[in-house]
């Protein structure tokens, strides 16, 4: 398992997608809608769902 790291957000969602919007190269993108997840709590929610939908697709072929 690897290490775990905290991050703190300091622009809100509204500036964060306002400024992804608005960005110009591929690189700063990809920062922004990084922060934009993370400030939505987005990885946390895509692991649990990730967890679950293996659970269902156990349960499918366990049958």
Same mark, same amino acid.
């Given at each position: 398992m690897?290490?775990?790291?905290?991050v703190? $957000?300091?622009e809100s969602q509204e500036? *964060?997608?306002h400024r #992804?919007?608005?960005g $110009?190269?591929?690189s700063s993108k990809e920062r922004l809608?990084? #922060?934009y997840w *993370?400030?939505?709590d987005a990885p946390r929610r895509r692991s649990i769902n990730?967890?679950?939908e293996k659970r269902t697709i156990r349960k499918i072929r366990s049958r």
């Open positions: 690897g290490n775990k790291f905290e703190e $957000v300091n500036e *964060l997608k #992804l919007h608005h $110009v190269t591929a809608q990084m #922060l *993370l400030k939505q990730a967890r679950n």
